[in-house]
């Protein structure tokens, strides 16, 4: 049987008791008030007397809502009071939470992103000395909401006076706005990287090959490492970058089509040819390696893969992980053949990447359009392809009149 409402001394206040409960040595008490809104009845309870309410408090309470639905104010209702204390809690919430986030420092914030770095990122090695070698002593004690576009001009002033090249003072920009961006997106704080200008970089490499310089890199390489052979000849002849020739899979290949599917490439999928040199090489490469799904020039124990070890090798795959980066006996029979003589300005350098320009280089300089080598490059706009027409244009004016032509695309069909 429900226990019985009880009126107190106060108007519009009842109460009902436990029946085993106590407190205080009486039974504990549920109140409950009411009071007519609209020409309606309202009953809304209010808790128990062991929670802390009493009688009195009660009668406030409804006093407080009485008086207010008189002169047509909020709260009306207990419910309302409880919505307006919870939004006013939650507003003091937020406020004290903004101002935690915006006393956070630079180095708080970078120590966040370092730690995130150091399991994510390759380059975390170089973002952490970056870091410490000129934004740490700078920035680190310095709340992020107090780094304004005017301290990014003086680190950039700071870092040109240090002989820093342009390039290297956007990768410290680079780094206080990833930074910025990703503790902001985790939460830590609501301020927005400020707005300064990056320095104009020109990364783009100009250099490619001859001919003959191409054919004497070629047999020196296969001297030493007959996978790194087969991948420059890739590159060279079907103008793939490296990270594309180490993701190739046997699956990739096509040999009636006489074409090879290239994933996940920088520009989108796309397919290269299987020129005669190219086919000649995979003939010789298969001499080497067993012909067998998966990754055609997988990684190896060691690295070091010369020819004469390179059955061993080959017997012993570590796991078909594909390279990560070229093979340093490149960089090192360039320097034995003196490619990079006298060359200080990187862009003229001879790297992997090399053979890929001198790729397009040739077929520009062959007669082919350059909407057909844009699409064997696989751009994503033919700005960049243009930069090949200048660059063998200037090489067609400046060098001698007997140098070899070089073949179409056609002559490289299979």
């Not at 409950?32 to 009688?55: H, V």
């Not at 960089?331 to 060359?343: C, F, M, P, Q, S």
Request: hydrophobic share 35%.
């Amino acid at each position: 049987m429900p226990a019985k409402w009880i009126k107190s001394t106060h108007p519009g206040v009842r109460y009902r008791e436990h029946p085993t409960r106590t407190f205080k040595r009486q039974k504990d008490r549920y109140f409950e008030i009411n009071y007519r809104r609209q020409g309606k009845p309202c009953f809304e309870a209010l808790g128990w007397l062991s929670d802390g309410m009493t009688a009195g408090e009660a009668a406030t309470i409804r006093g407080q809502i009485v008086q207010n639905i008189k002169k047509g104010v909020s709260p009306q209702s207990i419910k309302e009071m409880r919505e307006m204390a919870a939004a006013a809690q939650n507003a003091e919430n937020e406020a004290a939470e903004s101002e935690k986030r915006e006393a956070v420092t630079f180095g708080e914030m970078a120590g966040l992103f370092l730690e995130w770095s150091a399991d994510n990122k390759k380059s975390a090695l170089q973002d952490k000395i970056r870091y410490e070698k000129h934004l740490a002593p700078r920035f680190k004690d310095t709340p992020i909401k107090d780094i304004s576009p005017f301290h990014l001009e003086k680190l950039k002033s700071s870092l040109k006076k240090k002989k820093l090249s342009p390039g290297t003072i956007t990768q410290y920009l680079q780094l206080t706005r990833a930074i910025f961006r990703k503790t902001k997106g985790w939460g830590h704080h609501d301020c927005d990287f400020p707005k300064v200008d990056f320095p104009k970089v020109s990364n783009q490499r100009v250099a490619f090959l001859t001919q003959d310089q191409a054919a004497v890199l070629l047999d020196a390489v296969k001297n030493k490492s007959i996978q790194l052979w087969c991948q420059c000849v890739l590159s060279l002849y079907a103008g793939l970058r490296f990270k594309e020739v180490a993701s190739l899979e046997l699956s990739d290949l096509d040999f009636e089509a006489g074409t090879i599917h290239v994933r996940d490439s920088k520009g989108g999928t796309r397919h290269a040819y299987i020129t005669e040199p190219i086919r000649a090489m995979f003939n010789e490469w298969w001499t080497f390696a067993d012909k067998k799904p998966g990754l055609i020039f997988p990684a190896y124990p060691g690295g070091r893969n010369r020819v004469k070890k390179r059955k061993k090798l080959i017997d012993e795959p570590k796991g078909g992980i594909s390279q990560i980066r070229v093979s340093p006996v490149f960089h090192r029979t360039v320097d034995e053949l003196g490619l990079n003589d006298g060359i200080t300005d990187h862009r003229q350098k001879i790297v992997f990447h090399t053979l890929r320009h001198t790729f397009a280089s040739w077929l520009v300089m062959g007669g082919e359009s350059l909407q057909t080598v844009k699409e064997l490059m696989g751009h994503a706009d033919i700005t960049t392809t243009r930069s090949f027409n200048c660059v063998s244009s200037k090489f067609k004016q400046q060098n001698l009149p007997d140098h070899p032509s070089v073949p179409s695309l056609s002559r490289y069909r299979v």
